[in-house]
């Protein structure tokens, strides 16, 4: 499985737009880039999945440039309640797999 | 549809002390995961179950943990005896092993070890 990176932390205002980029250099060519958010005291909860262009759905939104070695997750006007850990994972599609998981972007949504 | 269910919510016990941690994943989920979260750091596998099978438990610590997953549905994990470096949150996880096979987590349950 491709390894990631990504920032440890960020902070933002109420109503900003947060982009957490994610590097990714061996990602396969089978390989999907998908993001997890986990609220204290919670289990991770499956965000977005994508492998090229751009993913939108009703969380966030998903960047893949055409060298998918990097991925930006973005999330539009942030509340005090997106104040969480996201992790960006990169694994084939379907993968029945454990899910490797890295220490996570922290991100702090301050009023 | 309902999620998956893990109980207790917390669990503190002294060091050398059996714990046990129940899980029930989501309806017709054949795939079942054990997790171990230790404060700071992303979870790690414990155990992968398919149906009532045991897929990777190369990361479980067998001197001390064991896990089962009767007929294929509800799982337990069980500590004995306890080490201090045991205290972390435990998470369940389940997964259809179909499509995008989206791996869903209950809220886990989290274990001090005094």
């Known amino acids: 499985l491709a390894k990631t990176t990504q920032p440890i932390s960020m902070d933002s205002y109420e109503g900003q737009e947060v982009n957490i980029t994610c590097s990714h250099n061996n990602i396969a060519t089978n390989d999907y880039i998908t993001w997890y958010q986990q609220f204290p005291s919670q289990g991770p909860r499956f965000i977005i999945q994508g492998y090229k262009t751009k993913v939108t759905n009703e969380v966030a939104s998903l960047f893949i440039p055409a060298d998918r070695k990097s991925s930006t997750l973005s999330l539009p006007r942030v509340s005090l309640s997106d104040t969480a850990v996201y992790y960006c994972l990169v694994y084939p599609f379907g993968n029945t797999g454990k899910l490797i998981f890295g220490q996570g972007t922290t991100l702090q949504v301050k009023p | 549809e309902a999620g998956v269910a893990q109980s207790p919510r917390y669990k503190i016990i002294e060091k050398r002390q059996s714990v046990a941690f129940w899980c029930n994943p989501i309806?017709?989920?054949?795939?079942l995961y054990w997790y171990q979260q230790i404060l700071g750091q992303g979870p790690k596998l414990l155990i992968q179950f398919q149906n009532n099978g045991v897929v990777d438990d190369s990361q479980l610590p067998k001197d001390r943990f064991s896990a089962e997953r009767l007929k294929g549905v509800d799982s337990t994990l069980k500590i004995q005896p306890a080490k201090l470096e045991d205290s972390a949150v435990y998470l369940c996880a389940s997964s259809q092993g179909t499509g995008e096979n989206i791996q869903y987590f209950g809220a886990g349950t989290r274990l001090s070890v005094l």
């Open positions: 309806s017709g989920h054949a795939t």
